[in-house]
Nanobody, 121 residues
Framework: QVQLVESGGGLVQAGGSLRLSCAAS????????MGWYRQAPGKQRELVAR???????VYTDSVKGRFTISRGNAKNTVYLQMNSLKPEDTAVYYC???????????????WGQGTQVTVSS
């Protein structure tokens, strides 16, 4: 019923920029927060950034000052502007949404399929 689809990943040289996009679709009542997570080979998935419907944001320390998370006006989209990219940013980036399907339903997490970001040195 709910799908999250990421786009914008690719190959970039160190110091470059990428902008990731994620759009949620389906029978959605509301999305309270959305976030970006990443997983590098041999490592656990980690939070990169998260944003609430009201615009509050959190970032992992390693990306502060370089990455910016934002949401579209419709609140079913989320973006991640990534500047000054480093090789250690290389990972599969996943979009996440905390989704309610109706006004009286509980929320649950939905995940996108991931998009590869590769930063060359």
């Amino acid at each position: 019923q709910v799908q999250l689809v990421e786009s914008g990943g690719g190959l970039v040289q160190a110091g470059g920029s990428l902008r990731l996009s994620c759009a949620a679709s389906g029978n959605i009542f509301s999305i309270s927060s959305m976030g970006w997570y990443r997983q590098a080979p041999g490592k656990q998935r980690e939070l990169v950034a998260r944003i609430t419907s009201g615009g509050s944001t959190v970032y992992t320390d390693s990306v502060k000052g370089r990455f910016t998370i934002s949401r579209g006006n419709a609140k079913n989209t989320v973006y991640l502007q990534m500047n000054s990219l480093k090789p250690e940013d290389t990972a599969v980036y996943y979009c996440n949404g905390d989704v309610r399907l109706g006004p009286w339903s509980a929320s649950r997490d939905y995940w996108g399929q991931g998009t590869q970001v590769t930063v060359s040195s």
